[in-house]
């Protein structure tokens, strides 16, 4: 079965550093959606793509997050500076539609660690 | 604001035995779906269930159902004949049509054997 490709799997960086994450979503999802969860809590929505174009990026910390999706396939997500907050699992998932009954299918996951 | 609101942090069952995770949600709109997810340790978050708000069935896959309340904006999920692999973090979520999906806060499931 297709799966969405994330990496790395983990990543330990000091404060102030860059970090930088990949996702590779199942082949034709047109959606792909960046989440953070913190420990003990759910995910929550950074940002979310449609093809190339960013729709819904209310949440993501401008300031020091960007994400990109320069072909409307694989996606970026980078931190700069990173914070000792922004320590947290970050989920891509990516989905046939963006309608609200396409169901989201995700990745394993970047445990970030910043120290 | 969209809330989902799992009381429950923690819950156990003897394998083999049935049990029920909680959720309720607010939402003013009328169409909309829920969704349970599971999240096994170390492992990627899967769809277990979902239903759509219209629909008066309760949806059933498996050992797995809910118990959806609309009235009373409930959306329970039971499992029946819990296997060793059903330990996990299980998130209630739900989206509308116009809104991102919503995750609740989750609730860690433990298998007894």
């Known amino acids: 079965e297709a799966e969405v490709a994330q990496s790395p799997r983990y990543k330990i960086t000091e404060k102030s550093q860059a970090v930088a994450f990949w996702c590779d979503p199942i082949s034709g999802h047109a959606t792909l959606y960046w989440y953070r969860q913190i420990l003990g809590q759910g995910p929550e929505l950074l940002v979310q793509?449609?093809?190339?174009?960013?729709?819904?990026d209310s949440q993501l910390p401008k300031d020091r997050f960007s994400a990109e999706r320069l072909k409307g396939v694989d996606s970026t997500l980078k931190i700069q500076p990173a914070e000792l907050g922004d320590s947290a699992m970050y989920l891509c998932?990516?989905?046939?539609?963006?309608?609200?009954?396409?169901?989201?299918?995700f990745g394993n996951g970047t445990r970030l660690t910043v120290t | 604001a969209q809330t989902v609101t799992q009381s429950q942090p923690e819950m156990s069952v003897q394998e083999a035995e049935t049990v029920t995770l909680s959720c309720t949600y607010d939402t003013s709109e009328s169409d909309y779906y829920l969704f349970w997810y599971k999240q096994p340790p170390s492992r990627q978050m899967i769809l277990v269930i979902r239903?759509?708000?219209?629909?008066?069935q309760n949806a059933t896959e498996n050992r797995f159902s809910v118990n959806f309340q609309k009235a009373a904006k409930s959306f329970s999920l039971k499992i029946s004949d819990s296997q060793l692999g059903d330990a996990a973090m299980y998130f209630c979520a739900y989206r509308t049509l116009n809104e991102k999906l919503t995750f609740g806060t989750g609730t860690r499931l433990t298998i007894i054997p």
């Open positions: 239903q759509e708000a219209y629909k008066q």
């Open positions: 998932a990516s989905s046939l539609f963006s309608s609200y009954n396409s169901p989201l299918h």
């Open positions: 793509f449609q093809d190339e174009s960013v729709v819904d």
